[in-house]
């Protein structure tokens, strides 16, 4: 019996030394195992090669990103894209408005694409805070008419708290680039210098908050702008008293014609924020991720439907319209027009909202001239002209009237009204017709 238990103890003792060793032999050997599967995380010995399927391979989709490209896989490795090895960057094809702006400049032999980054990148900041700004305006109390009514800009038009503020965000930002010196602005009687002198390289026009209107009502606004090149020799003390001819003659340098335009854009604030421009190479769409804070690509190489069934004006003033214009209108709504299909009716009263629709949708947007505005309502240089090149670029059309294309026009004055018919090709040339 005694010899039995010393046995037992015996055998139990070396039972436990060999667990102990094990477990030594295993915490011992797990930094190198660790490090044998970081340095290749992919390796599986037992994996079929395979193909990727040619069908699942896109140069770029409209979620702003770019697939990986089709590749072999070799019978000792399967690919996996959340692993990569140890120094090795991860691309997932997501496409930000900086990147791409980064892209285009690298692949431009156009002098000064560095200098447009930075100027694109302070107005999307610029719309970023003023999007943030819309947002909780019911609630930060910036609803209303700025200084409790009676504020009114150069064009006779009562202005909103928003209105002010986004003008002064985007002055802000764009006098922060150091690439601007002068800008015009529907809320600026004149041209303003932002720079303390004006060395900047480009001058900009916009609307800081086109719809403003409707800003109370929580229906789409947006931010309209335009640039051009300043000349050279330009050069203007703001802190002077008095300018003399040739500092004048700079201020005017905004007094430029559409074809002059070297990018243009508007930004949408609504269901979602969407940055839409062109620096002259085809037209391309962001939509800001609040997420991240970023605007992503979402709609590249955006192009405008050859004809639509949408028609997009003010018809309160029907009876004040020419009356060519109304019988095209009628025959619009009666389906007798040359498609032979019956057009539909929508008018926001926002002009980014109305156009980025038709953008999207095609048809035509208008805002003629009539009797109380024979002109036109819509300001050349930082609406109309802006509005026309993007179009363009989109492969619309956009006019004053018959034969006139809206980007040949030498502006007077820096808020000259326009008659504008903007939209898909074949729509706007009907209505060039009808007119005529």
């Given at each position: ?10 055998l139990?003792?070396a ?28 390796v599986?010995?037992s ?37 990569s ?12 408005l ?17 200098d ?75 041209p303003?210098v932002?720079?303390?002198l ?32 300043a000349p ?16 004048q ?38 939509t800001?991720d ?11 190489n ?16 029907y ?118």
């Open positions: 019996m005694r010899w039995s238990l010393a046995l037992n103890a015996v139990g003792l039972v436990a030394a060999m667990l102990f060793r094990g477990a030594s032999a295993a915490v011992l050997s797990s930094p190198v195992a660790a490090a044998q599967r970081f340095a290749s995380p992919s599986v010995r994996a079929p090669a395979f193909q990727v399927p040619s069908g699942m391979v896109h140069s770029l989709s409209q979620a702003g990103r770019r697939a990986a490209p089709s590749r072999s896989v070799g019978a000792n490795v399967l690919a996996s894209p959340t692993q090895s140890a120094g090795t960057i991860v691309d997932d094809g997501t496409i930000t900086t990147r791409f702006m980064i892209e285009e400049a690298m692949k431009s032999n156009t002098p000064g694409q560095e447009m980054v930075r100027l694109i990148s302070s107005i999307s900041v610029a719309c970023k805070r003023i999007a943030s700004m819309v947002q909780v305006a019911g609630i930060s109390g910036s609803t209303g008419l700025a200084e409790g009514g009676g504020s009114v800009n150069v064009q006779g038009e009562e202005q909103k708290k928003l209105d002010v503020i986004s003008n002064d965000v985007l002055k802000s930002a764009l006098r922060s680039s150091g690439k601007l010196g002068v800008i015009a602005s529907e809320e600026e009687d004149t303003v932002v720079d303390e004006y060395s900047g390289e480009y001058v900009a026009t916009f609307d800081p908050l086109d719809g403003s209107s409707n800003i109370d009502a929580a229906i789409s606004t947006g931010t309209i702008f335009g640039v051009f090149k050279e020799e330009c050069l203007v003390n703001p802190d002077a008293d008095k300018l003399s001819i040739a500092e003659q700079c201020l005017e340098a905004t007094l430029q014609p559409g074809n002059n335009l070297v990018a243009a854009g508007y930004c949408m604030y609504s269901s979602s924020t969407i940055l839409v421009m062109t620096t002259g190479n085809g037209l391309n769409g962001f800001l609040p997420t991240i804070g970023e605007f992503i690509l979402t709609h590249p955006i192009q405008i439907p050859k004809r639509g069934k949408i028609y997009s004006m003010n018809e309160a003033n009876f004040d319209w020419d009356p060519k214009l109304q019988g095209y209108v009628d025959s619009l709504k009666k389906g007798e027009g040359e498609s032979g299909d019956k057009y539909s009716s929508r008018y926001i009263g926002s002009m980014v909202g109305d156009v980025h629709r038709t953008l999207l949708y095609g048809g035509i947007f208008a805002y003629p001239a009539d009797k109380k505005n024979t002109n036109g309502k819509l300001r050349l240089l930082y609406e109309a002209a802006p509005m026309s090149l993007i179009f363009e670029q989109a492969g619309g059309k956009a006019v004053t009237g018959p034969g006139q294309r809206v980007l040949d026009l030498m502006p007077e004055k820096v808020h000259q009204r326009v008659p504008v018919f903007i939209g898909s090709p074949e729509d706007v040339a009907e209505c060039e017709k009808k007119l005529a």
